[in-house]
């Protein structure tokens, strides 16, 4: 189990330890990665009862495919180097307040009726004026704030105080 988790823990002070430098910085040998797309929790019975607008509140059977596609790639010998997931996770979800994405490399968002879009800039390449950054999100049984923090205002200060109260308040 501890194995299992320091795959997890191999991204520190902007190394993946899993990509070592001295490993990969000349070509050796060909390899593989693993892309899937859109899991997109809810939209298979959206789509079937037709009523993607309201008929994601079940998840079953995209959890049932999703890990189906993790087994899958569990049992490959050899092993990808990587695997990553593009698109989208969920397509709805009973009670959702906000939506959070990032792509744009900047801030942004809006609402419509209760529904809040959030959109985080970049850690990167910033096409705004927003610095490099990352957005704290606090949930409660009420509420759901955040708030985008700098990189630098991040590590020096950490969360700041109201964010803080509001996690101790439960």
């Given amino acids: 189990m501890a194995e299992e988790r320091d795959v997890f823990l191999r991204a520190r002070g902007r190394t993946l330890s ?4 001295d490993d990969e910085c000349q070509w050796k040998a060909p390899f593989y990665f693993i892309q899937g797309a ?11 009862i037709g009523d993607c607008d309201n008929g994601g509140d079940e998840w079953e059977e ?5 890990e189906q596609a993790v087994q899958a790639i569990n049992q490959l010998n050899p092993k990808p180097k990587f695997f ?3 698109g989208d996770l969920i397509h709805g979800m009973p009670g959702i307040k906000a939506v959070f994405s990032g792509h744009y490399h ?5 609402s419509y009726k ?6 985080s800039s970049a850690i990167g390449c910033q096409l705004g004026e927003d610095t490099h950054g990352l957005r704290v999100v606090i949930v409660t049984a009420e509420k759901i704030v955040h708030r985008y923090c700098s990189l630098n205002d991040l ?6 105080k109201e964010l803080m109260d509001l996690i101790k308040q439960n």
């Fill in 18 to 21: 899993a990509f070592r430098e």
């Fill in 38 to 48: 859109d899991p997109q929790f809810g939209l298979m019975k959206a789509w079937a």
């Fill in 62 to 66: 995209e959890i049932k495919l999703t």
């Fill in 84 to 86: 990553v997931l593009c």
């Fill in 106 to 110: 900047r801030n942004a968002g809006g």
């Fill in 114 to 119: 209760d529904l809040e879009m959030v959109v």
């Fill in 155 to 160: 590590s020096s200060q950490g969360i700041e």
